[in-house]
């Protein structure tokens, strides 16, 4: 009889708050997050409590014991660890470089290696300039013009395209694949623009690659700051015979069990239609990855809490993922789908927030033509808050794994124009980011959860 009541009372406060319009409950998903929010709070211990959480770090370690503790507090249905082995590599003492206009006159410059790049002998590594901007100069000069030298790949990031990750797209290729391309007309080393559309002095880092190349042919790679490739390229126009020195002392080990931290509140219809919100919980070592990920880490348990908070009982489960490995590996991406998969998890939809804590414009989409169409008849729920970014395109990496022809995939995103001054830069710190524009992305997924939850997919 009790158990009878309990559900009557639960079916009852479901009705009641499916009885309100959906502008009046994201008034008050809003209302929440902007005056009692928790994403901000969350950020700062992450970022200055634990600080870079490279994967196999004892930061990361660190990170996915606060996160579980905090999904924990929130009273879901479920949270656990779900293992994955990563890759763990270390950057060692820091980089070393200068310019060599004749010997002894220097002029010292600022780089830092890129992710998974061998170290420089130990007593770094001395050669003249080759600069290209594509990797058809480069084979067009050939291995006489090459061999023996360092390949200096200076293509800037296009300032004219206003999509910013347009023109990060653009370039990224001369970073993850430059090492390979350079070898095989036998460079020792390769310096690589920073992918950064303003000009400092913050040397960017970033995956990069060796593809199959054996271990003995494999050259040290490092990005150097868009203000020292602008000196280096002018110095190299005045004078083709200068060099360049460079020392890192990188190394890859074996690789080490990780986790992705997940939590659930169970549907109370469809308990075996999920939805899911996440970001990466793993960043670079330079800087502490306030925006990337720990932005869309915070929000993405932001949602969860908001649902709570809110008093939304949703009909289907929502997920929060945090997955670890994004950045060098996609594991923890991998890891999941591939477990939903044996599973047969039904994942109707999957939003990531990876593109920094700034104001929220809107969200981009890979679905049908029927589900886009039904989200665009929610666009006008959100331009009181000034969001009117509803289109077709990527989603992210994490939540890539998971598309079908039938679900939807999407990613928040918040305006670019300043995410590439701090990707993967020493400067990606709590101070970069906003409280308010934090909480306002936070707000806006669990608005777009809220919807499909209610609503479903075509």
């Known amino acids: 009889m009790l158990k009878t009541y309990a559900l009557l009372c639960c079916l009852l406060i479901a009705t009641n708050f499916y009885s309100q319009t959906d502008e009046e409950v994201l008034k008050k998903i809003y209302y929440n997050t902007l005056t009692n929010g928790k994403s ?42 779900q293992p994955v ?3 763990k590599w270390v950057r060692g003492a820091k980089e070393y470089a200068y310019i060599e206009t004749k010997p002894g006159k220097t002029n010292i410059v600022n780089i830092c290696a890129l992710g998974g790049s061998v170290a420089t002998p130990s007593l770094g590594i001395k050669a003249h300039i080759v600069e290209v901007k594509t990797f058809e100069e480069l084979e067009a000069l050939g ?10 790949f200076n293509r800037p990031m296009q300032a004219d395209l206003i999509q910013t990750h347009e023109a990060y797209g653009g370039c990224v290729n001369q970073r993850y694949q430059g090492a390979v391309q350079a070898a095989k007309y036998g460079a020792i080393g390769v310096i690589v623009r920073s992918m950064n559309l303003r000009l400092d002095d ?11 190349l054996p271990v003995e042919k494999r050259i040290p790679s490092a990005a150097i700051s868009t203000n020292d490739a602008e000196i280096l390229s002018t110095m190299l126009q005045l004078d083709k015979n200068i060099k360049l020195y460079f020392k ?14 997940i939590g659930e509140i169970t549907g109370s219809q469809y308990p075996k239609e999920y939805m ?15 925006h990337d990920d720990g932005a869309g880490v915070v929000q993405s348990m932001e949602v969860l809490r908001l649902f709570k908070e809110c008093g939304i009982k949703p009909k289907r489960s929502i997920r929060v993922v945090l997955f670890m490995n994004e950045e060098n590996g996609l594991r923890g991406a991998k890891k999941y789908a591939e477990e939903a998969k044996q599973k047969n998890e039904n994942h ?21 033509d029927a589900n886009f169409n039904q989200v665009l008849s929610w666009q006008h729920l959100f331009k009181p808050y000034l969001i009117h970014y509803f289109e077709k395109g990527g989603s992210g990496s994490d939540v890539g794994p998971l598309k079908t022809d039938k679900n939807v995939v999407a990613g928040l995103r918040p305006d670019s124009q300043r995410y590439f001054d701090h990707h993967h830069a020493s400067n990606d710190t ?14 806006t997924m669990t608005a777009l959860m809220y919807l499909f939850d209610k609503y479903g997919i075509k």
């Open 202 to 212: 913050l040397p960017h880092t970033g995956s990069m690659t060796y593809d199959d």
């Open 85 to 87: 082995m990563v890759p």
């Open 40 to 81: 901000y709070e969350w950020l700062n211990y992450l970022s200055n409590q634990i600080g870079s959480r490279l994967s196999g770090s004892l930061g990361a370690e660190r990170a996915v014991d606060f996160t579980k503790e905090e999904l924990d507090k929130l009273g879901l249905d479920q949270v656990w660890l």
């Open 143 to 152: 291995k006489a013009n090459i061999e023996g030298k360092i390949v200096f």
């Open 248 to 261: 890192q002392n990188c190394q890859q080990l074996k690789d080490v069990q990780s986790y992705n931290v």
């Open 276 to 290: 899911l919100v996440g970001g990466h919980l793993d960043s670079w070592d330079l800087g502490d990855g306030s």
């Open 430 to 443: 709590f101070d970069a980011v906003n409280k308010r524009e934090l909480e306002l992305g936070a707000g």
């Open 348 to 368: 109707i939809v999957a939003l990531e927030s990876d593109a920094g804590g700034f104001t929220p414009r809107g969200f981009s989409f890979e679905c049908s």
